[in-house]
Each structure stands twice: as structure tokens, then as C-alpha cells.
């Protein structure tokens, strides 16, 4: 599209740019980027320009040369406009760094808040149509008009990446009030980066029973600096003793501890550990009742949202989230009750009802994101941490890709080498097994191939299936068949290939145990644990539907007695929480969805405290679905999302596609 109108190419080539641009805010090739989409899209409106407009628009769009070249505008022909914020020019009036720079119109300075009166900063800069688009581009922007005469826009310190890109794009002076202010910012901000990743500190807390290991300290020390945190070390670094020592070196009594139903007596044995002069309740089911005042108060998350006001009153001082990723979801009912206790705000009502929040908050998890950037949103929303994170919006945005999802929802994830940065900045603390116990064994995997027995009915069923998903492929289908429907389906044939490899499992195991090794195995489904134990009578077994008392009672049992050598465990039940240190192998009849759950598993021996090198024996025929299951687990697993060092998402979608694939085939 050659232009001929030389006198003004410079509109010509914002039209050019603005003819070809979607909308879209992200780097796609096509029109303008990011914030330069609004103001260009402004200006290609416009019939006439100002001359701040002019320099801005010539500024801007020296980024798109290559573009601009394809409508045949060469972009260093273009007469560069008089910069009127210069007034006739570029005029020195000051110093920085010893170098001569120019003052404009445009300003960041200190402020406050309008209505909050939080400290923020202050941009101030003369009426601009592009300006104006760019600032309200600033997450957490908020506009101060209380005063005719100063009116500006403030941007909160959390927001200080952005704010900086901001004042360098378009050039704004800082004052040294906000120069200074920066500077403590990128200064605490560093300083909060490297205590995340600390191993190594020093201090001495009165009352812990037990020594801290020298990255615990340094854990310790960055929660209670941050006092509402994230503690997301690797599964069997101790995130239990750091958790009690934060609370116990800050007197932060009483606690509230809120965890899975199957590990209340889990706590409570750790407390008796580690602070054995402090006292504990345990409470549970929806009725309220009376409680005695004592240090350590236990519930479980199922019935969390019964007991908030009765907690409230006896004013506690922390509250510790134990496996906090049971609050991914930021719109259940437990992450409402959850948010409700800790900040007194309510989502049903959107009021506040209670003024104080809880001064300690402590969050903790080995798997921090199980499959997007979005189940953060719940534990920042608890430790009142998301605005930090510039707020849900920008969150949303920024790390979901919400505003680049037709129905705004975030489910993607992205900048998350950015996330992980500012999270290690303002509230997580993340190590793992390798960085900080480099005496701990390794942990290895291997694959023992076991032939089914039921080939013909297995190779029947799997051609149904084949069938089955290839009848409801396609857009309309696909909202027939859901994806419960899907499990369902290849569930049945998951359980007909645990059938045919059964008999060899079993005697896998035998020939195993004839070593003296303990051994941990694990199977989904209930009937298949059942089955196991009646082939190995004498196991000890953590299923779901075990009592408290029974599942402890058979840990104690494999732990301590020599004779118990084998622990027979639900993945779901057996994978969280616990210590099977005892043992040195883990074995696995059947597989889960997610790596996330076969690490937890595999983690259950590979702790503090384990002398020998841990085995994960995976029982598969390669030649049934269960061999494209490991492997789409062990693609997942090489998938690191870069936020906090853990990539997991379930492999089912993927799994229908291969299945699918081997259909057409």
C-alpha cells in the first residue's frame, strides 16, 4: 500500500499500522502491541493531531519498521516533530548522574491513595489523550480529582515493574522523594528474593524441641519476616517444624490449624514432638461446641466454614494451611470460609465483618500449582496477598491470559519467570531436595514390564473405546460427551488391564519381599487394595475409608516393627502427608492423572531422615493404555512451569488425543 502523500506520512504510517491491528494487546506481528494498541487505534481516528500527539506517534512507532516497510514506508524518511514538551527544544535544566538531562510536564512523585490514604505514587502529567491510555493501562492505577487544581494518578508500590516501564517509555521525571523510595523497593525486593532461596541461617527459638537444620532456619526467618507466606519447599523438607517454630519464635498464640481430616493426628504428633509444652484440641463435625483455651487449635477444611465465628472468638494469632492446595479453587466454598477467617471479608455479603485480620498466615504446600498459575489466586486471596500481585485483574490477566481468552477466564498461564520473581519477593519461600540436602540418596524410577493375561478382552474393550471416541469427536459430540464421560470410559479400560497384569503384580511383590526390603505399594482403587490384602494378610494399609486411629496405628506398625515389611495404600489417602521412611521402595499397580500425585507418592520415603536411595518401580505392560499413561506422566514431568519450579496438569486430554490418533490408525 504505497503512500503518496509525503506531507504527512507520519499519519499514513499510524493508519497503515492501525488498518491491520486486531485489537489484541499481545505481540502477534499484526498492528500495534501491547499499550501502543489504544493510542494508535486513537490516533488513526483522529482528523488533525496535536504536536504532543505528533512526537508521541513518531516516538512509537519506530518499534514497527519492519511492518511499515511491507506498505512501502520507509520509517527514517519521516521528518522527526518538535518534542513540545521541550518548548523550542530540548533544554538542560538539571543534572543526574552527572549528566545534563531536561524536566518536562510529566512527574512522579509520593502520594496517597484517594479514600485508602496508602502510601503510592503520585504521576502527574498534562491532559493527553494517549497518556491518558497508557496510564490506565497500570494495574492498581487509581485517579485522586479531590483537588481541581492537583489533580493525579496514583500507582501502588507493588506495581513497580510497571511503574517503570511506564516513567522510561514515556519519559517521566521522578523526584527524589519517589527516586529514593524506588531504589528501597528494588533494594527489599532483592534482598526478599535471595532469603527465598536461603539455606543457611542462624537462630535460636526457646522452647522448639529439636534442632533446626540450617535451610530451616533460614525458612523460619524469612515467614517471620513476611508473616503471611507461602511455604512451598519440596515435599519432606520439614514445612511442618518450619511452620511451628515461625509461630512459636513470635509468640503468635493461639493457632489455628487447618489440614486434611487424615492428618489432624498427624499434627497433633508433631506438636507433641516439637512443642511438647503446648496444649492442643482437636475439633471436627458441623456442630459447634465448646472448646478449652489451649495453643494449638486443629480442624479440618471439610467443616472450616461451621466453625469460623467460634474460632474468631478466641481471637487466635496465626492460622497454618496445611496441604493449602486444597484451596486451588478460588471459588469454592472452603476458600470463601478460608478468606473469611483470615481478612474478615465475606463474598457473599462483599463486606468486611471483621476489622482485624489474622497477623500470621501461614500456607503451606509442596506442590503450589497443580495445574495453573490461577490456583495461586486462593492462597494469595487468604494471605491478603493478590494485591500485591496488582490484584485480581491484573493477576488474571497478567499470569492467566485471561484477557486473551474469549470468555475472559484464566485458565492459561504465562510471565511466569516473572511470577515466580515477584512471589519469592513478597510472600513465598521455595527450596528444593537438591539445593539444600545434598546428602539425602537420590530417588530413582524404574519400569518392570508385566504381560496381561487377558489380552483378547482387553484388545476387545480398547476397540471399543477407540470406537466410542472417535463417534464423539468433533464440536458437536464433544458437548454430548463429556469429559466425565471420557473417564469413565478409559477408566474401564485402565481396570481391565490392572486385572490382566494382576496375578504378576502379585508376584513381583513376593519375590520382592523375599529380600527383607520393606515396600510401599500403591493402587487407586479401593477393590484392587482390598485384593492385594488378601494375598498379603499380614500387610499393614492406609486406605480411605480407614478411621484416624487405624491409619496411624498401621504407619506406627510399618515404621517401627521389622517384621511389617510391606504397606499396602491408597494413592489419594497414602500420597499426602506421611512418613514411610522405613522403606526405600515404592511400587505402583496402578497410575494416577497427574505426576504431581506420583511425586507426592514416590516422596513418601524420600524425606528427611532416609539413608538408602529410593526406588519407584512403576508395574506396567507398555503394550495397554497404562504404558501411554507413564508416558505422557513422564512428558508432564519435564514441563516446569517456571512459577515456583513445579509443572503438573492432568494428562487425560492429552491421553484422549493419543487414543483418538490410534483409532484412525
Known amino acids: 500500500m504505497p503512500m503518496n502523500d509525503t506531507q504527512d506520512i507520519l499519519m499514513n504510517a499510524v493508519s497503515a499500522l492501525a488498518s491491520v491491528c486486531d485489537g489484541a494487546r499481545s505481540e502477534d506481528g499484526m498492528g500495534f502491541n501491547g499499550t501502543d494498541t489504544l493510542f494508535g487505534k486513537s490516533l488513526s481516528q483522529q482528523a488533525s493531531w496535536s504536536p504532543l500527539q505528533r512526537r508521541l506517534a513518531w516516538e512509537m512507532i519506530h518499534k514497527y519498521k519492519k511492518q511499515l516497510a511491507g506498505f512501502g514506508i520507509d520509517y527514517d524518511l519521516i521528518p522527526e516533530p518538535i518534542d513540545p514538551r521541550t518548548s523550542d527544544g530540548p533544554k538542560v535544566r538539571g543534572e543526574k548522574n552527572g549528566e545534563k538531562v531536561r524536566i518536562n510536564n510529566r512527574t512522579v512523585s509520593l502520594g496517597k491513595e484517594p479514600k485508602t490514604g ?5 504521576i502527574r502529567f498534562r491532559w493527553d489523550e494517549g497518556l491518558l491510555a497508557a496510564v490506565k493501562e497500570v494495574s492498581g492505577r487509581l485517579f485522586n480529582g479531590d483537588n481541581p487544581s492537583d489533580k493525579f494518578w496514583t500507582v501502588p508500590f507493588s506495581m513497580l515493574t510497571q511503574l517503570k516501564n511506564f516513567i522510561e517509555k514515556y519519559e517521566f521525571t ?71 517454630a515461625t509461630v512459636e519464635a513470635e509468640n503468635a498464640y493461639p493457632v489455628v490449624i487447618v489440614c486434611p481430616a487424615t492428618l489432624k493426628h498427624n499434627w497433633q504428633r508433631e506438636l507433641n514432638k516439637w512443642l511438647p509444652n503446648r496444649t492442643t484440641v482437636i475439633l471436627g463435625g ?38 493449602s492446595h486444597y484451596l486451588k479453587s478460588h471459588t469454592a466454598a472452603r476458600t470463601a470460609a478460608a478468606v473469611l477467617f483470615t481478612t474478615g471479608y465475606n463474598a457473599k455479603t462483599k463486606r468486611r465483618e471483621y476489622l482485624n485480620k489474622l497477623p500470621y498466615v501461614l500456607c503451606l504446600t509442596g506442590t503450589p500449582i497443580l495445574n495453573r498459575p490461577n490456583e495461586l489466586i486462593s492462597p494469595l486471596m487468604i494471605m491478603d496477598r493478590l494485591r500485591d500481585m496488582g490484584g485480581f485483574q491484573h493477576f488474571a490477566n497478567h499470569f492467566c491470559a485471561a484477557d486473551e481468552n474469549k470468555y475472559g477466564s484464566p485458565m492459561g498461564a504465562k510471565n511466569l519467570e516473572e511470577l515466580a520473581t515477584n512471589l519469592r519477593a513478597t510472600c513465598m519461600i521455595r527450596r528444593t531436595k537438591a539445593e539444600v540436602l545434598k546428602e539425602l540418596p537420590a530417588k530413582e524410577r524404574a519400569t518392570v514390564t508385566l504381560r496381561i493375561d487377558n489380552r483378547e478382552t482387553y484388545n476387545h474393550a480398547a476397540n471399543n473405546l477407540y470406537g466410542w471416541l472417535l463417534e464423539n469427536e468433533g464440536q458437536d459430540a464433544a458437548n454430548r460427551a463429556s469429559h466425565a464421560e471420557q473417564l469413565v470410559a478409559i477408566e474401564k479400560l485402565k481396570q481391565i488391564a490392572v486385572d490382566g497384569k494382576f496375578a504378576a503384580a502379585v508376584e513381583w511383590a513376593e519375590s520382592f519381599l523375599e529380600t527383607d526390603e520393606k515396600l510401599i505399594f500403591f493402587a487407586t482403587h479401593i477393590d484392587v487394595q482390598h485384593r492385594l490384602l488378601e494375598n498379603f494378610q499380614n500387610a499393614a494399609h492406609v486406605h480411605a475409608e480407614d478411621s484416624l486411629e487405624e491409619r496411624e496405628a498401621n504407619i506406627h506398625r510399618f515404621q517401627t516393627e521389622p517384621k511389617c515389611n510391606l504397606i499396602i495404600c491408597s494413592l489419594k489417602a497414602g500420597g499426602i502427608g506421611i512418613t514411610l521412611t522405613a522403606a526405600s521402595n515404592v511400587a505402583f499397580l496402578e497410575l494416577g492423572w497427574n505426576p504431581a500425585d506420583m511425586e507426592q507418592a514416590e516422596d513418601r520415603p524420600h524425606r528427611i531422615g532416609q539413608q538408602n536411595q529410593v526406588t519407584a518401580w512403576y508395574l506396567v505392560d507398555d503394550e495397554t493404555i497404562d504404558g501411554d499413561i507413564l508416558d505422557l506422566i513422564e512428558k508432564k514431568r519435564k514441563v516446569v512451569t517456571g512459577a515456583t519450579g513445579i509443572g503438573d496438569a492432568s494428562i487425560l486430554g492429552a491421553l484422549v488425543q493419543r487414543l483418538k490418533a490410534k483409532a484412525k490408525n
Open 118 to 122: 496508602k502510601d503510592a505514587f503520585a
Open 174 to 244: 521522578v523526584n527524589a522523594d519517589a527516586e529514593a523510595k524506588i531504589k528501597e523497593l528494588v533494594a527489599t525486593a532483592q534482598k526478599n528474593i535471595e532469603a527465598s532461596q536461603s539455606q543457611k541461617a542462624e537462630i535460636s527459638i526457646p522452647g522448639l524441641s529439636g534442632t533446626l537444620r540450617p535451610f530451616q532456619a533460614a525458612g523460619v526467618q524469612y515467614a517471620r519476616a513476611a508473616k503471611r507466606v507461602l511455604i512451598a519447599d519440596d515435599m519432606g523438607l520439614g514445612k511442618t517444624i518450619q511452620a511451628l
Open 286 to 323: 458441623r456442630k459447634n461446641s465448646d472448646f478449652p483455651q489451649v495453643d494449638f487449635i486443629i480442624i479440618n477444611y471439610d467443616v472450616l466454614s461451621y466453625w469460623v465465628q467460634t474460632l474468631r472468638r478466641a481471637n487466635p494469632k496465626a492460622v497454618i494451611f496445611d496441604e
